[in-house]
Every structure is written in structure tokens, then in C-alpha cells.
């Protein structure tokens, strides 16, 4: 990547420069070099791209919204073959930029993909629904129209992921878009709006703004223009969010996060090929992207009985990890996104400890010399863990696996919930109805059984309680985005006389 990349605010079909002139370096999270220099955005630069959006919204009438949906699907399709077209280069982008394995960055790339041709799909074969008005002369449908104006506030953990899980079902309902990618990971987001600008979007319909939360997500998320703020991030920021949509009263989607159980029944590990999968899929839960996952599975409950042998057999595997740049071959985890959140994973480690865990694997920076630039920090099993621990509460985001024991299914079923958040969580069990049983008692936006992380985007993406507002993917992912009208036609009017005079 170009050190000089400033032209990386987009507006009205332009690439452009902070109106303050300001810039930004992005830093390559495995040797703290720079990658690229972007653009640093503030209040006026998403003053102007709101403008645009709204201009090319014009009521419902601008270019894109009044486009047919089915050149609408065609466009997010033609976005689809042009990820596939780049896949390599995107990925490798998105490995650099967030610090994942370049394997992860083409998953992730495959994933947008499908996620752009889903919504193509889904948006193409909905129609209105026909209301029995009790009358033949009465036509009653209920019809779908697009929000307006949406501000689409994406994290820095799954940069081109997050952005297109929000721009697909945005696009496809007719909105138009301004979106502000996280300062730290903008590389492949600003790709990705070349893209959409090569499929033939109209000027204005997509907007990016490059810059920090504050003041550019701030601005967006309280900008009278907006009709919808869609953000991913932190509890923190998302209450900020909420408070500043508030006064023009706009519609809120949130997605913040979770503190994810994975229970481990000891009936999942009574054959050697059960015990092996449950510790492998354990590891993925809280390791994959360096635990930088919003559902990772941070929080190992496992029965009681099988705890000494499942933890063993699990730290040996943890400290077997190998830790490298995700560009290099072999490497099954990279750094931390930064320096700022290696600091935070060293500190919740310290508090755990001082509060009584027991260190199994890793607990501090890797000693190789040539991983002492970046921001690593090796995978790390903490035994012995309670709810009374900050790390048991509080979302690390690095990669950190607390151990908890239960004794019945009662107990496993209270430590799973007992989470102000609750977005995902895992359950292993070789008795089919427990584990329903189980899943069905979990308030988590998804649970899966006998496996952790796969999504579709078909199936909506969100959580309970403090994990957020609203769903991404799947039809509900689609109706965040569109407003319902009931239309009501009188085939046969006459007076009503209701007023005699």
C-alpha cells in the first residue's frame, strides 16, 4: 500500500482531502510501520457527504432510490464478481491492515461476497403484502420504502466485513450511504468503495468519511439529515450514539459486542474424536483473529469433572499457537490491532491474576525477536476464573480464555446467562435434546450447538440485552433498512354521514 493514499474521502462521486488538510497514518499492527496515509476527516467533511447523501436521496426520488430493484440487485451482484475479481488483493489488504492471517482476509472477502449477493437476491423477490381489508372494495397493501439517509459506523476488527453487512441491505432497499470506516482499519473499506464506484453506483448514493469517532461519527450520528445511524463498536460509544440520535429521533441499529460463553458438557468428550473436537473448536472460539471477534467464545464453562483433563489438553494446544505476520506462511495468529489494545489485554491479564486466576498458557508478549515491533501477545488460558472477575464480565477483545466449572445444567445454564450481554454463545453435549434444552434457555442472539463462529447471511446477526439494537443479515438485516407504508384504496367511495348537517 502507497504511503500517500490522502485522497481517501469520498463524496458525491470525488475523492477528495480533509477540508482541515489533516492526515492520518495507518499502522501495519505486526511491525508498527506505516502502511498507508489517509485522509483525517472532521465535522465539515461529513456535513458535506450527509449533503450528498440527502441530495441524491431527494426524497425518494434521487437517482438510486428510484432506480428498479432489479438493476439495483444487478448492481450489488456486479459488486459481488468484483470482490471475487480482487479477492487476493482485498484480502491481503484486509491481513495487513487488521493484523489476521491472509487465509482470514480471503474468508472474510468471501464472505462480503455472499453477503452482497444475498441481499441482491433477497431484495429481488420481495414484494408487498396484500392485506385482507374484509371488502372487495377496498385494495389494502402494506409496501416497503427505503429509510433515507444512512450513517454507517463500522470497528476496526472486520473492516470490510462489518462495512458491507451494512452498505449491501442499505444499497439494495434504495438508501443512499455515508460511511465512516474505524480510523484504525480504513484500508479496505476505501477499496471497496472503488467497487462500487466501478459497478456504476451514482454519485452520491455512497459516501465515506475518514476519520476519527469524534468528531465524524459523532456529527453523523446527530445530523438532522440522517434518518438511520447503523453502528458496530464498543457499549461505550453505542450509548454516545444513541444519546445524539435521540434529538431528531432517527432510527438506531446497534451491534456491541458480547462476553460469549462456550459450556462444555462432559458427555461431548467421552470419545477421543468428541474430546479432540470440543478442545480444537474451543481454541477457534477465543483465538481465531487473535480473540478480536465480537462473539468470540471468551468464556470457557465446563463441566466440573472433565475440567483438569479439558484444560491441560488445552493450554498444550494454546502454547503451540504459531504467532507471526498473518502474511507469513504458517502462521495461525496475528498481532493485536494496536498498541493501545495490547495495553488493554496486558492489563485485564494483570487484574485476573491479582484476582486469584490461574495462568495455563501464555500471559505475556512472545519472546521471539523478531515479534518484539508488533503488537502480539500470546494466547492465554486463565483457570480457576469467577464471575467476580473483571475479566469474566468485561469484554477483552485480545486473546484471552477465562475457564469456569458448573456441576449441573441448572448452573451451566445461570453462568451462560449471567452476562449483561448477550450475542452468542456455544453449546457441546452428545445428548441431542440437552442441548436444545440448553440453547433454548441461552438469551444470545445465537447459540450454536456442537460448533462456534459459522454464520449465514440469511440468518440474522444480533444480540440480547447490552450486545445491541436491531439485526444484521437475513430479512430482518434487510427491514433495518426500509419503512412500511399501508396504502389503503377505497374502490368504491361514498359519504359516510357520519356528520348529519
Known amino acids: 500500500m502507497s504511503e500517500h493514499q490522502e485522497n481517501s474521502i469520498y463524496v458525491a462521486g470525488e475523492w477528495r482531502t480533509a477540508a482541515s488538510g489533516a492526515t492520518r497514518e495507518v499502522i501495519d499492527p505486526a511491525d508498527a510501520t506505516i502502511l498507508a496515509v489517509?485522509?483525517?476527516?472532521?465535522?465539515?467533511?461529513?456535513?458535506?457527504?450527509?449533503?450528498?447523501?440527502?441530495?441524491?436521496?431527494?426524497?425518494?426520488?434521487?437517482?438510486?432510490?428510484?432506480?428498479?430493484?432489479?438493476?439495483?440487485?444487478?448492481?450489488?451482484?456486479?459488486?459481488?464478481?468484483?470482490?471475487?475479481?480482487?479477492?487476493?488483493?482485498?484480502?491481503?489488504l484486509e491481513s495487513l491492515d487488521a493484523g489476521k492471517t491472509l487465509e482470514e482476509g480471503r474468508v472474510d472477502v468471501d464472505c462480503v461476497t455472499d453477503a452482497f449477493r444475498y441481499f441482491a437476491d433477497l431484495v429481488v423477490n420481495e414484494t408487498g403484502r396484500v392485506v385482507d381489508a374484509g371488502s372487495p372494495d377496498v385494495h389494502s397493501v402494506v409496501v416497503h420504502e427505503p429509510v433515507g439517509v444512512c450513517a454507517l459506523i463500522t470497528p476496526w476488527n472486520y473492516p470490510l466485513l462489518q462495512a458491507s453487512w451494512k452498505i449491501a441491505p442499505a444499497l439494495a432497499a434504495g438508501n443512499t450511504v455515508v460511511v465512516k470506516p474505524s480510523e484504525i482499519t480504513p484500508l479496505t473499506t476505501i477499496a471497496l468503495m472503488r467497487l462500487l464506484d466501478e459497478a456504476g453506483l451514482p454519485a452520491g448514493a455512497a459516501n465515506l468519511v475518514t476519520g476519527p469517532g469524534d468528531p465524524v461519527g459523532a456529527r453523523m450520528a446527530e445530523h438532522p439529515d440522517v434518518d438511520l445511524?447503523?453502528?458496530t463498536g464498543g457499549l461505550a460509544s453505542g450509548t454516545k450514539v444513541m444519546r445524539a440520535a435521540a434529538d431528531s429521533v432517527k432510527k438506531v441499529a446497534l451491534e456491541l459486542g458480547g462476553k460469549n460463553p462456550n459450556v462444555v458438557f462432559a458427555d461431548a468428550c467421552t470419545t477421543a474424536e468428541g474430546f479432540d473436537t470440543a478442545v480444537d473448536q474451543a481454541l477457534n472460539a477465543a483465538f481465531i483473529h487473535s480473540g478480536q471477534v465480537c462473539s468470540a467464545g471468551s468464556r470457557l464453562i465446563v463441566e466440573?469433572?472433565?475440567?483438569?483433563?479439558?484444560?491441560?489438553?488445552?493450554?498444550?494446544?494454546?502454547?503451540?499457537?504459531?504467532?507471526?505476520?498473518?502474511?507469513?506462511?504458517?502462521?495461525?495468529?496475528?498481532?493485536?490491532?494496536?498498541?493501545?489494545?495490547?495495553?488493554?489485554?496486558?492489563d485485564f491479564v494483570a487484574s485476573a491474576l491479582a484476582e486469584g486466576a490461574v495462568l495455563r498458557a501464555g500471559g505475556g508478549r512472545p519472546a521471539e525477536p523478531h515479534l518484539q515491533d508488533g503488537w502480539f501477545y500470546r494466547p492465554t488460558v486463565l483457570d480457576r476464573c469467577h464471575r467476580g472477575?473483571?475479566?469474566?464480565?468485561?469484554?477483552v477483545f485480545g486473546p484471552v480464555l477465562t475457564v469456569e466449572t458448573f456441576r449441573t445444567e441448572d448452573e451451566a445454564v445461570a453462568l451462560a446467562n449471567d452476562t449483561e450481554y448477550g450475542l452468542a454463545g456455544g453449546v457441546w453435549s452428545a445428548d441431542a435434546g440437552r442441548a436444545r434444552r440448553v440453547a433454548a434457555r441461552l438469551r444470545h442472539g445465537t447459540v450454536w450447538i456442537n460448533d462456534f463462529h459459522p454464520y449465514l447471511p440469511q440468518a440474522e446477526w444480533g444480540g440480547f440485552g447490552k450486545s445491541g439494537i436491531g439485526r444484521e443479515l437475513g430479512p430482518a438485516g434487510l427491514a433495518e433498512y426500509r419503512e412500511s407504508k399501508h396504502v389503503y384504496q377505497n374502490l368504491a367511495p361514498r359519504p359516510v354521514r357520519w356528520f348529519k348537517g
Not at 465539515?44 to 449533503?51: F, G, P, Q, V, W
Not at 505476520?325 to 496475528?334: F, L
Not at 472477575?389 to 469484554?395: G, H
Request: charged letters at 35%; one cysteine or more.
Open 229 to 231: 445511524v447503523s453502528f
Open 304 to 346: 466440573e469433572s472433565l475440567r483438569e483433563r479439558f484444560v491441560a489438553e488445552l493450554a498444550r494446544r494454546a502454547d503451540r499457537i504459531r504467532i507471526g505476520r498473518g502474511t507469513d506462511p504458517g502462521v495461525e495468529c496475528g498481532p493485536l490491532v494496536s498498541a493501545a489494545q495490547l495495553a488493554r489485554t496486558e
Open 389 to 395: 472477575m473483571r475479566i469474566v464480565r468485561e469484554e
Open 38 to 92: 489517509v485522509a483525517e476527516g472532521g465535522a465539515r467533511d461529513a456535513d458535506a457527504a450527509i449533503a450528498a447523501a440527502h441530495r441524491a436521496f431527494g426524497e425518494g426520488r434521487g437517482p438510486w432510490p428510484s432506480t428498479p430493484v432489479a438493476e439495483r440487485a444487478a448492481l450489488l451482484r456486479r459488486v459481488a464478481d468484483l470482490l471475487q475479481r480482487d479477492r487476493e488483493e482485498l484480502g491481503l
